[in-house]
Protein backbone atom coordinates (compact mmCIF):
# COMPACT_ATOMS: atom_id res chain seq x y z
CA UNK A 1 0.00 0.00 0.00
CA UNK A 2 1.23 3.25 -0.81
CA UNK A 3 1.67 6.51 0.94
CA UNK A 4 -1.54 8.45 0.43
CA UNK A 5 0.14 12.00 1.21
CA UNK A 6 1.26 11.95 -2.87
CA UNK A 7 -0.32 14.63 -5.10
CA UNK A 8 -3.36 13.39 -6.56
CA UNK A 9 -5.19 13.23 -3.57
CA UNK A 10 -6.62 16.50 -2.90
CA UNK A 11 -4.77 17.32 -0.02
CA UNK A 12 -0.98 18.75 0.02
CA UNK A 13 0.88 20.17 3.66
CA UNK A 14 1.75 18.04 5.61
CA UNK A 15 0.47 19.73 8.73
CA UNK A 16 -2.90 21.13 7.45
CA UNK A 17 -4.35 19.30 4.87
CA UNK A 18 -6.81 20.99 1.86
CA UNK A 19 -9.02 19.43 -0.57
CA UNK A 20 -8.27 20.93 -3.73
CA UNK A 21 -11.37 19.13 -5.35
CA UNK A 22 -13.45 21.70 -3.50
CA UNK A 23 -11.28 24.60 -3.94
CA UNK A 24 -11.14 23.83 -7.68
CA UNK A 25 -14.35 22.80 -8.00
CA UNK A 26 -16.22 25.33 -5.70
CA UNK A 27 -13.88 28.10 -4.61
CA UNK A 28 -14.57 26.57 -1.17
CA UNK A 29 -11.23 26.81 1.15
CA UNK A 30 -11.52 23.31 3.31
CA UNK A 31 -8.65 22.28 5.37
CA UNK A 32 -7.84 20.17 8.56
CA UNK A 33 -5.82 17.65 10.20
CA UNK A 34 -5.57 14.63 7.51
CA UNK A 35 -7.67 12.08 8.80
CA UNK A 36 -10.23 14.76 8.72
CA UNK A 37 -9.96 15.57 5.25
CA UNK A 38 -9.46 12.36 4.03
CA UNK A 39 -12.31 11.42 5.36
CA UNK A 40 -14.00 13.96 3.92
CA UNK A 41 -12.65 13.37 0.59
CA UNK A 42 -13.91 9.69 0.48
CA UNK A 43 -17.44 10.80 1.85
CA UNK A 44 -17.54 13.76 -0.95
CA UNK A 45 -15.78 12.90 -3.86
CA UNK A 46 -15.07 9.34 -4.16
CA UNK A 47 -17.99 6.56 -4.90
CA UNK A 48 -17.97 3.40 -2.61
CA UNK A 49 -16.43 1.35 -5.28
CA UNK A 50 -13.85 3.92 -6.09
CA UNK A 51 -12.09 3.76 -2.56
CA UNK A 52 -8.73 1.14 -2.34
CA UNK A 53 -10.88 -1.39 0.10
CA UNK A 54 -14.38 -1.79 0.87
CA UNK A 55 -16.54 -3.94 2.85
CA UNK A 56 -20.12 -4.89 1.09
CA UNK A 57 -21.71 -6.35 4.43
CA UNK A 58 -21.46 -2.83 6.63
CA UNK A 59 -19.99 -0.24 4.10
CA UNK A 60 -16.73 0.40 5.53
CA UNK A 61 -14.37 1.69 3.42
CA UNK A 62 -10.72 2.97 3.87
CA UNK A 63 -7.27 3.77 2.30
CA UNK A 64 -5.50 1.18 4.38
CA UNK A 65 -5.22 -2.16 3.94
CA UNK A 66 -4.29 -2.88 7.59
CA UNK A 67 -7.62 -0.95 8.78
CA UNK A 68 -9.60 -2.72 6.51
CA UNK A 69 -8.78 -6.00 8.01
CA UNK A 70 -9.14 -4.67 11.41
CA UNK A 71 -12.43 -3.50 10.96
CA UNK A 72 -13.26 -7.11 10.57
CA UNK A 73 -13.03 -7.43 14.33
CA UNK A 74 -13.40 -4.20 15.60
CA UNK A 75 -15.76 -2.38 13.60
CA UNK A 76 -19.07 -3.14 15.81
CA UNK A 77 -21.45 -2.77 12.69
CA UNK A 78 -19.58 -5.59 10.32
CA UNK A 79 -19.73 -7.78 13.83
CA UNK A 80 -23.42 -6.76 14.32
CA UNK A 81 -24.13 -7.92 10.54
CA UNK A 82 -22.18 -10.75 10.45
CA UNK A 83 -24.31 -11.79 13.62
CA UNK A 84 -27.57 -10.65 11.73
CA UNK A 85 -26.98 -12.97 8.75
CA UNK A 86 -25.53 -15.93 10.57
CA UNK A 87 -22.53 -15.46 8.80
CA UNK A 88 -19.23 -16.66 9.89
CA UNK A 89 -16.42 -16.04 7.30
CA UNK A 90 -16.07 -11.80 5.98
CA UNK A 91 -13.69 -13.14 3.33
CA UNK A 92 -16.49 -12.63 0.90
CA UNK A 93 -17.81 -9.30 1.56
CA UNK A 94 -13.79 -7.45 1.71
CA UNK A 95 -13.86 -6.11 -1.66
CA UNK A 96 -10.17 -4.31 -3.26
CA UNK A 97 -10.27 -2.06 -6.38
CA UNK A 98 -8.72 -3.57 -8.68
CA UNK A 99 -7.69 -0.20 -9.90
CA UNK A 100 -5.98 1.02 -7.27
ZN1 LIG B 1 -13.72 18.44 -0.80
ZN1 LIG C 1 -17.48 -4.66 7.12
Known sequence: ???QTKSGHGWSDRKRYQCLRCYHVKGEVRVGPRYRIMDHF????RTLDQA??????CLF?????EDFQRHVTN?????????EKGVEDSESYLVRNPNQ
Do not use: A, D, W
Open 75 to 83: FPRHRMLLR
Open 61 to 65: RCFQF
Open 52 to 57: PFHCKL
Open 1 to 3: MKE
Open 42 to 45: LRQH
